[in-house]
């Protein structure tokens, strides 16, 4: 391993670090709303809700991401929809990273306590107050772990957003090694900075754990 | 805009041709993953501090980068000193990729089983060897089920990104095809289609399952 | 679009088919044919190549997406091009038999870096950096040059001339790339998109993803014969060699098939079948470091 082209490769890559971070936050942000959306369907007593939240899940937990993002890139702008491969990777990445959180937020809001739930249509709130006061601040803490490692499986995931031309870490470590001929030195940059980032969100995961932990 | 579908049914042998590297893509590393998955669990739960803080090491490693990164160090720099074929990095960058999950779900399902069933078995003065094998592992089975199999589609849909070495799998042939013919639509709605059935059929193998390792109760 | 190749490319095919069966019968050096139809050897035979991944086949790696040295044909699934025909040649030439695999671009010079393959052969510039990267290089077969390819509507911009503002495609890992890479300060444009393959950025040329494409002058001329709404804008730049490209210390290979190479091109082979592909006669450098070989592209018929 030659330390110069390590040193030489490392701004190259960083470069990317920005579209990779912005592609994570877009993506994690669009698809936990969606998420949320979709789990609350999901356990809505309206049987088209329902069946919609059902097929939403199979369909997109059922198919590659990779699938979804050609579907974005290439299928898209033959039906009039042109976005940029930074956005369609957004989407792409969006409704892939939903379909998992769904579940996540939906087992979350099913685990807590049914007490809990007749407790506060016992005291006459609304289905509306006793969800926001007492049951999602409860399900939160349950799931913090599957949520932000479903979160790590997606910043992982944006080096995908290569295969769509964005320029992203992994698309500007491609350039340099097709470029010199240099594998090693590029490959190892970019997996150091993968791990780094991914690190921290074990870190934030541990944090968030014990913030939101029962005070007993 | 009309779609032609006429052009998928043209295309149906290349698409199958696809299909089958997929496949074997999947099997090979599976079997793979799940091999080294028990080894570095088994390294994990063991005595000895280096195996417990090398499979740790790999663990994190592994599950810290993207595939496609596991992918470009088996086929750009492992693969070039060994002179493996872009097939045979894919299975190595997957299943290398893959090991790390299993490993943690075999280990959650060891620990999940009754530390009891440990002490009896040392009592009767079994081999830790005989009693992982005969009392503990297919006790943990039962645990590991839903996630082993979870994990298992995963590494399926997975597959897909080992057309970034060249690989022409199924997502592989799909983009070649709706290169050539111009009809991106109906070629990728039918590789998802593929995709879904097969990852149907695992949820159903799945399902049953989880009904068969359940406990008679 | 498609249906108006089919009848000049099945006379072309034709009327090579009879040059060739009338070059065949007599032309080479050794024996010749008597009355059963024994092969016709020449002066490379098969154990002149050494170094073979495979005895008795020449793998020939290519990416099936860079018309028209290598396309993937829509109806049968077969390969073909300029560089197919001429690694089919090759091989017959050498009593070998040729198999085609194709994988992408990076995946290609890769594969041959790892000793999978052969001969890399779909229009490769044998560049500097490819040069120190260690691979090793026939003697040139054909020149081209770099070109700006344009919807038909834009052929009257000024190509790379003036490119402020503008998003420009390109494929992922080719020399054409690298020429817009580098050249990012001087031409100051606005976004460059590298794709997987030629038919994937002329794609976003059509959906209006890219301004324009930095391409293969040859590639980008058979695109606007091939296609109303496709053309070039400016003059082709930076004319190179293109040779095929073989693995780091495959020099005995190399240079069997450069025999064959010289061949070729001496009894016209090579002529006919730049006559066939590019429609035109193009100046064939002896020297790989040949810098410009042409500043103009040719245009007339051999």
Redesign the interface.
């Known amino acids: 391993m030659d330390w110069d082209v390590v040193l030489e490769s490392f701004p190259l890559i960083w470069k990317g670090a920005g579209k990779t971070v912005g592609l994570f936050a877009w993506s994690l942000a669009v698809g936990t709303v969606l998420a949320l959306a979709v789990a609350l369907m999901k356990i809505s007593s309206a049987k088209p809700l329902i069946w919609f939240a059902t097929f939403f899940s199979w369909l997109f937990r059922g198919i590659p991401l990779l699938i979804l993002l050609f579907y974005a890139f290439?299928a898209l702008?033959e039906v009039g929809w042109?976005l940029?491969?930074f956005w369609a990777a957004v989407l792409g990445l969006s409704l892939w990273t939903a379909a998992y959180q769904a579940e996540v937020i939906r087992s979350g809001i099913i685990a807590v306590d049914h007490g809990q739930t007749e407790a506060s249509d016992a005291l006459a709130m609304t289905r509306g107050h006793s969800m926001r006061r007492i049951i999602i601040p409860q399900s939160i803490r349950i799931m913090v772990p599957p949520f932000t490692s479903n979160a790590t499986t997606l910043l992982k995931q944006t080096s995908l957003a290569t295969?769509v031309?964005v320029?992203e870490m992994t698309?500007l470590t491609?350039?340099i090694f097709?470029?010199?001929?240099k594998?090693i030195e590029p490959i190892f940059v970019l997996a150091m900075i993968y791990l780094a980032m991914t690190t921290v969100l074990i870190i934030g995961q541990q944090i968030a754990e014990r913030t939101f932990r029962l005070r007993t | 805009m009309e779609l032609d579908w006429g052009v998928v049914a043209r295309a149906w042998d290349?698409l199958i041709d696809g299909t089958w590297v997929t496949l074997q893509l999947f099997a090979w590393s599976l079997l793979l993953g799940t091999v080294l998955g028990l080894v570095l669990a088994l390294m994990r739960l063991s005595k000895h501090r280096v195996l417990r803080w090398v499979s740790l090491g790999y663990v994190w490693l592994f599950r810290g980068i993207p595939v496609l990164v596991a992918l470009f160090f088996a086929?750009?720099v492992f693969?070039?000193q060994v002179?493996?074929?872009?097939l045979q990095a894919g299975v190595l960058g997957l299943g290398t990729s893959a090991a790390a999950y299993k490993a943690e779900i075999i280990r959650a399902g060891i620990m999940s089983v009754d530390p009891g069933q440990f002490e009896a078995a040392e009592c009767l003065a079994m081999t830790r060897r005989h009693y992982m094998r005969r009392i503990i592992i297919p006790q943990g089975i039962r645990v590991m089920v839903p996630t082993y199999m979870s994990n298992t589609i995963l590494v399926l849909k997975v597959s897909s990104v080992a057309v970034a070495?060249?690989i022409?799998e199924l997502t592989g042939i799909t983009?070649?095809l709706s290169?050539?013919?111009?009809r991106p639509i109906e070629l990728f709605t039918a590789a998802a289609l593929i995709y879904l059935f097969l990852t149907t059929v695992l949820v159903v193998l799945q399902e049953f399952l989880e009904r068969r390792f359940a406990l008679k109760t | 679009m498609r249906s108006r190749r089919w009848p000049r490319m099945a006379g072309l095919l034709f009327s090579f088919a009879l040059v060739a069966a009338a070059c065949g019968s007599g032309d080479s050096e050794a024996t010749t044919t008597t009355g059963d139809a024994e092969p016709v050897t020449t002066q490379a035979a098969v154990s002149d190549v050494p170094g073979l991944v495979e005895d008795g086949k020449l793998l020939v790696v290519t990416t099936?997406?860079f018309p028209p040295y290598t396309?993937?044909?829509?109806d049968t699934?077969d390969n073909e091009g300029y560089s197919i025909d001429l690694a089919r040649e090759v091989a017959e030439r050498l009593g070998l038999e040729l198999e085609l695999p194709?994988?992408?671009?990076?995946?290609?010079?890769?594969?041959l870096?790892?000793?999978?393959y052969d001969i890399a052969d779909s229009g490769i510039w044998p560049n500097e950096?490819?040069q120190e990267?260690?691979f090793v290089f026939s003697r040139p077969m054909t020149s081209t040059g770099i070109v700006a390819q344009v919807l038909t509507e834009n052929e009257d911009t000024a190509g790379f001339a003036n490119v402020t503002g503008l998003i420009i495609g390109g494929i992922?890992?080719s020399s054409q790339?690298?020429f817009i890479?580098d050249s990012e300060a001087e031409l100051g444009y606005a976004e460059y998109?590298?794709?997987?393959?030629a038919?994937?950025a002329v794609?976003?040329l059509r959906?209006?993803?890219v301004d324009l494409l930095v391409a293969d002058s040859l590639l980008a001329g058979f695109a606007a014969v091939q296609n109303d709404d496709l053309s070039v804008a400016g003059p082709t730049i930076l004319a190179h060699p293109l040779s095929f490209t073989f693995q780091e210390g495959n020099e005995g290979k190399r240079d069997a098939i450069d025999v064959v190479i010289n061949q070729m091109i001496a009894d016209g082979t090579v002529a006919e079948l730049q006559q066939k592909w590019f429609g035109r006669c193009i100046p064939i450098p002896d020297d790989i470091n040949q810098a410009e070989p042409y500043t103009t592209m040719p245009a007339g018929d051999c």
Do not use: H, Y
């Not at chain 3, 194709?102 to 010079?109: G, L, S």
């Not at chain 3, 870096?113 to 999978?116: F, Q």
């Open positions: 290439f702008p042109l940029s491969p295969l031309t320029p698309l491609q350039r097709s470029n010199n001929f594998f | 290349l086929f750009f693969g070039r002179g493996l074929s872009a070495i060249g022409v983009r070649q290169n050539s013919t111009n | 099936g997406n396309m993937i044909n829509a699934g194709t994988v992408d671009f990076v995946a290609e010079m890769e594969g870096a790892s000793g999978l950096a490819r990267a260690g992922q890992g790339e690298k890479l998109l590298g794709f997987q393959g038919a994937e794609a976003g959906q209006g993803r």
